[in-house]
């Protein structure tokens, strides 16, 4: 029996490599020498990455060679079909045959099965409801009645529309996101990983808690590489999460800095997750202006994190790390600068108004040349196949993602849906801005727990959004709202997969260590509010508006961290903890009383807690 196995599993492993290098070496080209028309790029995109999706996931059962086999052959026959369906098309619109027809159901059908078997159960289940709500919905009665779709008109809407299974949602993961992924998965085979972590080491580890603020410096490095959660605990955490242990810090705690600062990847600039990429599109602008919008926010989250970190260390009297043990900032410079070049590549093109996809090229070929020649032993054929591989089994599910939300996106816009959960919102909400984002906020949490954030992207803008939009908010403040909380979902229980993932390496409960995470993250949840109100955090209004915004809120991140962790100079008590709450949510708010409030609120917590000290001390 293993006789007959191991040659299949030869075959496969090695269509799969296959696929992978076609993918890379297509989107390469495409990146290099100008992206093709969408469709063109999305059918060849879906049909190479369909395929390894399949390859990658084996069928079971008896036979299921031959299942796997006829799938694959579906997922390119429909994918390179729609690309002349598509030419049609501009020459006999709306005119559609049977075979058509036929080809839509196929798409629907393996690409619904497929996420079942690849992603779990909740995405397509939900994808199945907006289907039948679409079908169905000329029953419902009240504001949710629709007009009488068929399925023809349904299936033909799914496989062309611009905002179906190949529209703008797929676009993106065609465009740019492999090639990011080959990015990440390169800079980590060449060690830019541990020369992150090194770093992070070398400049914070020398203070109470070092090795969790090499871990959350660590993490925040990687994060702009790969920009995923549960890949950058599975990347760093498997080192620094040991570490943290090892120096003193509990088992949950240590996961959830983890869980926290890997999790930030993906807001934290340049290469934030695939919905910084997905919010360009949607808003129609450069993927730069996300990411300058992103900045500030993303520093005040990590600044929060490491001062509650160090305040743990200091409370729970966690001694500092030996600075024998430290390698020298100087040396790691000295050995391993070279590391650095392809990420400051990366951001110098991105913010000097290159494309996402222009931008990675460059710093895929930079990377492959600085590595040429200062580490020449760190990459080979063999080594840039397994990347190949690596990044196509990567994008697989990303991808999925991405075709499973333009399924919701076009049926949301086919039956209008979106305007009516957005009416109920604001009905539900009496014109009440605070209360249309708690709503806002819960629903992002919900949607998030089961789906990817990609998904969990898509879906609440379309429905969420026109809802905050209406109250005159800026739009990017709008969508980077929805952004902050899909992200924060993969560290938010019951189906929190960064916490998880930590909790596995750090062998804590899952729960404990889901909900240390929540705590330690609590400046990503009050953040996103205050950027509604006062955008300067989002670089909007004039240059002292946004140096006094920054000012205050930094000053705001560092006291909510000390206050989450109960610690400053002495253990807080929970009176002071809330002084200092409340202190820090006012000075996040822009102006000057606020700001007057809430440092008055702040020094007399950490006045009385200091003088708490000294008379103790007396006694």
Same mark, same amino acid.
């Given at each position: ?8 599993g ?12 076609a $993918?890379?070496? !297509?989107? /390469?080209?495409t ?12 059918g060849?995109h ?8 399949i ?14 086999a =006829?799938?694959?052959c ?28 036929f ?13 079942? @078997? ?11 409801? !907006? ?28 496989y ?39 770093? %992070? ?8 808690g070092g090795? +969790?603020?090499?871990?959350i ?12 959660? %549960? ?22 705690? +240590? ?9 930030g ?8 997750? +695939?919905s ?6 949607? $808003?129609?602008?450069?993927y730069?202006?996300?990411?300058? +919008? ?17 305040g743990y ?13 430290? @390698? ?6 000295m050995?391993?600068?070279y590391?650095?070049?392809?990420l ?6 991105i ?31 063999? @080594?840039?196949?397994?990347?190949c591989? @690596? %990044?196509g ?5 990303? #991808? ?41 906020? $819960?629903?992002?949490? /919900? $949607? ?14 379309? /429905? ?5 939009? #209406? ?13 902050? =909380? ?12 960064? %916490? ?15 909900f ?37 809120? #930094?000053?705001?991140?560092? #006291? ?47 006045a009385?807690?200091? /003088? ?8």
């Open positions: 029996m293993e006789n007959t196995l191991k040659p299949r030869d075959l496969r492993e090695g269509l799969i490599l296959i696929f992978s290098l $993918l890379v070496v !297509f989107h /390469l080209y990146a290099g020498f100008g992206i093709l028309p969408g469709y063109i790029q999305m060849v879906w049909g190479l990455i369909g395929s390894i999706v390859l990658a996931r084996p069928s079971q059962f008896k036979g299921g060679i031959f299942f796997d =006829f799938l694959v579906a997922v390119l026959g429909y994918s390179f079909y729609q690309i002349f369906l598509q030419i049609r098309l501009t020459e006999r619109p709306g005119k559609y045959t049977d075979l058509d027809i080809m839509a159901f196929f798409c629907v059908a393996v690409g619904l099965f497929l996420g079942y @078997k690849v992603l779990g159960k909740i995405l397509p289940t939900i994808c199945i409801v !907006f289907i039948l709500y679409a079908y169905l919905g000329h029953y419902a009665t009240g504001m949710f009645e629709t007009s009488r779709f068929t399925i023809r008109r349904i299936l033909t809407t799914l062309t529309a611009g905002d179906g299974m190949f529209g703008s949602t797929l676009n993106v993961s065609a465009r740019f996101l492999l090639l990011f992924i080959f990015f990440g998965h390169f800079m980590e085979m060449t060690g830019c990983g541990e020369f992150f972590v090194n770093i %992070a080491n070398s400049v914070a580890g020398r203070v109470r090795p +969790a603020q090499a871990a410096y660590s993490s925040m490095l990687m994060g702009m590489v790969n920009g995923s959660g %549960a890949a950058n605990v599975a990347t760093t955490g498997t080192f620094t999460i040991p570490l943290m242990k090892k120096t003193g810090y509990q088992a949950k705690t +240590a996961g959830a800095v983890e869980a926290v600062a890997s999790s990847g993906q807001i934290m600039p340049p290469i934030m997750g +695939a910084a990429f997905l919010m360009a599109e949607t $808003l129609g602008i450069q730069s202006e996300v990411a300058i +919008a992103a900045l500030i926010p993303a520093v005040l989250y990590y600044a929060t994190l490491s001062a509650s970190v160090y260390a200091r409370k729970d009297n966690i001694p500092p790390v030996d600075p024998a043990t430290i @390698k020298p900032f100087k040396k790691i410079m050995e391993d600068w590391h650095a070049i392809p400051i590549t990366i951001v110098y093109l913010f000097g108004g290159h494309s996402a996809q222009r931008s990675v090229f460059w710093a895929i070929l930079v990377s492959f040349g600085v590595t040429f020649i200062f580490n020449r032993r760190a990459i080979s054929l063999e @080594k840039f196949l397994t990347i591989k @690596k %990044a089994k990567g994008c697989g599910s990303l #991808a999925l993602s991405c075709m499973l939300a333009g399924v919701i996106m076009s049926m949301i816009n086919l039956t209008g849906l979106g305007l009516k959960i957005s009416a109920i919102i604001q009905s539900i909400a009496g014109g009440n801005l605070m209360l249309t984002l708690v709503l806002a906020m $819960l629903c992002s949490l /919900l $949607l998030g727990m089961g789906l990817p954030t990609t998904a969990a992207y898509i879906v609440l803008a379309v /429905l969420i959004a026109p809802a905050i939009s #209406a109250f005159g908010v800026p739009q990017i403040a709008v969508h980077m709202f929805i952004l902050y =909380f899909g992200a924060l979902s993969s560290i938010t229980p019951p189906v929190a997969l960064s %916490a998880f993932t930590a909790a596995g390496i750090s062998g804590a409960g899952l729960w404990e260590t889901g240390e995470s929540i705590k330690l993250a609590a400046a990503g949840f009050i953040i996103p509010f205050i950027f509604i109100y006062s955008d300067q955090l989002l670089m909007i209004g004039t240059a002292s508006e946004i140096a006094m915004a920054c000012a205050t809120a #930094a000053i705001a991140s560092i #006291a909510l961290g000390f206050a989450l962790c109960g610690w400053f100079i002495k253990p807080m008590n929970i009176f002071s903890r809330l002084m200092v709450g409340a202190g820090c949510i006012c000075l996040f708010v822009y102006g000057v009383v606020t700001d007057l409030i809430g440092i008055v609120l702040i020094v007399a917590a950490f009385m807690n200091l /003088l708490m000290k000294r008379s103790m001390k007396s006694n």
